[in-house]
């Protein structure tokens, strides 16, 4: 049921311990070693519009046998101040700035 390029790639549906339903609009990057990710004007439009439904996940260094997940909620608001506009409302974002804002699960 959703449109062609929803701003994200993976829709979760989840039940939370608390019984409650929670849904998470995943945008999903990887990178090979330390370097930026770079959202899209249109993953930038979704991210601000749905706020806390909206998950960067960053897969860093997945060429290495040790990839590492960053989980970020709300990056439109979260990163906002931290990323580097480029052209339109899409951003570039490094991953010393996502560090810090990293969820576990």
């Known amino acids: 049921g959703l449109q062609d390029y929803p701003g994200f790639d993976v829709l979760s549906l989840r039940c939370g311990a608390d019984g409650k339903r929670e849904r998470r609009c995943i945008e999903v990057k990887g990178t090979r070693g330390h370097e930026a ?57 490094k991953l010393a700035d996502m560090l810090p804002l990293a969820e576990g699960e």
């Open 37 to 93: 990710v770079d959202m899209t004007e249109n993953e930038w439009a979704k991210a601000m519009n749905l706020r806390s439904e909206y998950w960067l996940y960053v897969v860093a260094e997945c060429a290495s046998p040790a990839p590492r997940l960053i989980r970020i909620q709300d990056p439109a608001m979260r990163l906002l101040t931290r990323s580097d506009e480029r052209s339109g409302a899409s951003r570039r974002i």
